[in-house]
């Protein structure tokens, strides 16, 4: 059975000392500059909450960068960021998108079902949902996503995609109107990067069914 432990958080949402890492990473997950440190003792983290932030404590910022390192050097991922994905059943056709915390899996968004849609269209929808929200949150986590397509299309700020524009996908339009405005009236620092699937196994925020749409 694993040790109890104790999460001290100086910089966070909310500073204190948590039992659970559940409860601390709601603290510190997306803040920038948060500053925690786990213990095995209540009496080490009252003690290390009491005395402040020391050098050995973990830093959000400073973990996300070196894990980038290894990012980079493709024998690994950052643990600390968002994972987005899409599914669409058909081509067009029913399709969503999510987005998780790429550690744990859990769940941050998640849109849909909606009719008509494709996989680069889902894709891009949840890379500027996740845009959005850490924006929100003065976060610096970076983005996963497996779709190149997506990708450039955000990079681009204008979605490339062939589906005609009529009563059956009107609601699709708003929604990409809306992200690409979002995109043409934003700044942002937020590395969005490509989910390696070969090295890495399926990205944390994989639906499990695949799709070949290419519009």
Known sequence: ????????????????????????????????????????SKEEAESAFKNGPKMQTNSVKKDSKNEQISSKNKTTFIEDSISVDAACSGNPGVMEYKG????????????????????NIGEFLAIVHALVLLKEQNSSLPIYTDSKTAISWVSKKHANTTIPRDFSTEHLWKLIDRATNWLNQNNYTTEI???????????KADFGRKSSSKY
């Open 1 to 40: 059975m694993a040790k109890k432990k104790y999460y001290v958080v100086w910089v966070g949402k909310n500073a204190g000392i948590y039992d659970t890492w559940d409860a601390c990473k709601k603290q510190v997950i997306g803040i920038k500059g948060a500053r925690y440190k786990s213990f095995l």
């Open 100 to 119: 998780v915390y790429t550690k744990d899996s859990e769940e941050l968004f998640h849109f849909g079902p909606v009719a008509n849609g494709t996989n």
């Open 193 to 203: 990067i490509k989910w390696e699937t070969k090295l890495w196994g399926e990205s």
